[in-house]
């Protein structure tokens, strides 16, 4: 069974920094693209950034210049570097890929994790 397992978050000052993290866990031979999303209190879920398996990135325009997200695929793993955090990025964080292939030869499809709460004082 494939799980998504996101952490990293708590709470921090507005300028400050995080960094978020997000194992695939599984018999996994090889994970597609995987990005991150977020989700505030009252708002619909919305796109943070993305990154493909040739490493092409893609990011939110309220995001650009500030996070930075890259993967190790030797490790099953996303990261989220935030940087110049501001209290409008508070929110639930979530990881998703949206092909992993198992070594049973399986594709689980649009996987998510759990998520990971961030917090960003005025």
């Known amino acids: 069974q494939v799980q998504l397992v996101e952490s990293g978050g708590g709470l921090v000052e507005a300028g400050g920094s995080l960094r978020l993290s997000c194992v695939v866990s599984?018999?996994?031979?090889?994970?597609?693209?995987m990005g991150w999303y977020r989700q505030a209190p009252g708002k619909q879920r919305e796109l943070v950034a993305t990154?493909?398996?040739?490493?092409?990135?893609n990011y939110g325009d309220s995001v650009k210049g500030r996070f930075t997200i890259s993967r190790d695929d030797a490790q099953n793993t996303v990261y989220l570097q935030m940087n110049s955090l501001k209290p409008e990025d508070t929110g639930v964080y979530y990881c998703?890929?949206?092909?992993?292939?198992?070594?049973?030869?399986?594709?689980?499809?649009?996987?998510w994790g759990q998520g990971t709460q961030v917090t960003v004082s005025s």
């Open positions: 599984g018999r996994i031979l090889s994970i597609g693209d």
């Open positions: 990154i493909t398996r040739g490493g092409s990135t």
């Open positions: 998703n890929t949206d092909r992993i292939l198992t070594i049973r030869g399986h594709y689980a499809y649009d996987s």
